[in-house]
């Protein structure tokens, strides 16, 4: 599989675009701890991979898996307090995604003033 594209944005935290489950074996290889899902299953359409498929993988790989779904338009305090937490929490560096990396991106933020 081609590396997908990677935004990094701190030392310990990157985004990138939707991953399958193929992705979780180059994330770990790529140094990766920790994944964090927030895009809703089939959010998409059908040819979505799901949350339950790449967290297999992802625990096949050796990576802890968080799947904390967030609508693209919105992100609500609680969710932006759940990102919190899971960034204490997950082992690092991590690597969060949804559809294009931008949800994730905002949540970091938001998470982190």
């Known amino acids: 599989m081609n590396a997908p594209t990677v935004q990094q944005l701190s030392a310990e935290v990157c985004v990138a675009g ?4 193929a992705a ?3 994330a770990a290889q790529a140094g990766f701890k920790s994944v964090i899902n927030n ?4 959010e998409g359409g059908p040819d979505q991979p799901t949350s339950a498929s790449i967290e297999a993988a992802a625990h096949a790989a050796g990576l802890a898996y968080a ?3 967030v609508a693209p338009s919105v992100q609500t ?37």
């Open 77 to 113: 305090p609680e969710q932006i307090a759940a990102f919190a937490r899971l960034l204490a929490a997950l082992h690092k560096p991590i690597l969060a995604f949804c559809r294009s990396g931008a949800r994730s991106g905002k949540l970091f933020h938001a998470a982190s003033v």
């Open 39 to 42: 895009r809703p299953d089939f």
């Open 67 to 69: 799947h904390l779904p």
């Open 18 to 21: 939707q991953l399958d489950a």
């Open 24 to 26: 979780m074996a180059w």
